[in-house]
């Protein structure tokens, strides 16, 4: 850690501070990029690339192709964490940033069914592949570069910053189809105007990678490369030598990544669709619910430094499975304060593990296979995440009841604790010291 210029002798704060603030702003724009497509994907999507089904069935396809990216994301994972462990942090942030970039473009400037006929739905899928394959390089990347750069004791609140890209960028994203809603007629908003978030994309991109391209590389990678030869193949000798660790972590991040699409993606569609709840009032409520979920994570973030990753975890997944059939009773009731104030709790539970996963995540694998473990923990459970909306059209589809998904969501929230209690807590290891096994 270089010194205060003031001559104090203390660390200086403004190289972590400035890789967490990049880490940041690119985070947004990536996951601004993929939360626009499961807003479009819930609103217009049956319309525009499957208008020859019943509207139902349409927009589980959309939903379906919403999954298509999650799929995708274990693999881009692996890939951007192989080159991530052996290459550097840093290039993997700038190449994930382009495809997702590209992608998203490519999306806004696709023509629908009615002018291309079965290709735009297939192309929609290729364009969404390629947007799960960039994010899934993302978090690993963006997670470590903002821990291994923070100072002792605060990595689980410096890791925190690069999370928070998560709620700011559906704040964007839904705050941009509001927008839309608002200022729009519904024949503009579905001949063009869904389009603009995804051709605006391309101004952002352009700033995140400026800001991506001014930070160093990671000192905790850059001191493991000058005693160590590199692995040959980072993504197998983690799988090989820590297998459970990853599905442990894995497992302990599933309701959160689940619930959080579930609530985002599912719930606006159903919740404009049969409970009657205007499409204005369910953005608008979303987009204050991903803004108050920032100072949330930040918080617990910051807590996880004091009293450790474990508890958090445990604790915030116990509130889950006891408040997911009261969450989605409040949200039966049609009534948009109760829905905010479900929304709330929920959002609570889930920054417990959000707000300390990248320094927990971080903090459980070796140096030489901390892209690879953590990234690969993360996307695995980002495949529960990316069917859980289409499961839950199922759920309600074959029994017509909310209730169906509230049970689903207390299983999710079971599996998370009973991988949390699995897990060896981190808080005074070392980020380079061998890793930890499970409890």
Known sequence: MVSDASG??????????????????????????????GTAAALVFNKVFFPSVAPAVGTIAALGTFATGFIARPIGGAVFAHFGDRIGRKPMLVYSLLLM????????????????????????????????????????????MAVEN????????????????????????????????????EASFLAWGWRIPFLASAVLIAVGLWIRLTVAESPVFRRDQERREASRLPVLQVLREHPKLILLAAGSFVATNATFYISSVWLVSYATTELDYARSAVLGANTFLSAADIPM??????????????????????????FSIPYFLLVGTGVIGLFILGGLVVQACRSAVYGPQSAYFSELFPTHLRYSGASLSYQIASIVGGVSPAICGLLVLWTGSLLAVAGFTVL????SLASSWGMSETLTRGLEEPARAAV
């Not at 200086?12 to 985070?27: D, I």
């Not at 918080?299 to 006891?322: E, N, Y």
């Open 8 to 37: 104090s002798g203390r660390p200086s704060l403004r190289v972590p501070r400035r890789v967490a603030a990049a880490s940041l702003v690119g985070t947004t724009i990536e996951w601004f990029d993929f939360f626009i497509y």
């Open 101 to 144: 970039g590209a992608a998203t473009v490519g999306i806004g400037l696709l023509p629908g069914y009615a002018t291309i006929g079965v290709l735009a739905p297939v192309l929609l899928v290729v364009l969404r592949f390629a947007q799960g394959f960039g994010v899934g390089g993302e978090w690993g990347g963006a997670a470590l």
């Open 150 to 185: 923070a100072p002792e004791g605060r990595r689980g609140f410096y890791g925190s910053w690069p999370q928070v890209g998560v709620p700011l960028g559906l704040v964007m994203g839904t705050g941009s189809f509001l927008v839309l809603d608002l200022t729009v007629s």
């Open 297 to 322: 994570i930040l918080l617990l973030g910051l807590l996880s430094d004091r009293i450790g990753r474990r508890p958090l975890f445990l604790g915030g997944m116990t509130l889950l499975a006891v």
């Open 412 to 415: 999710l929230a079971l599996v």
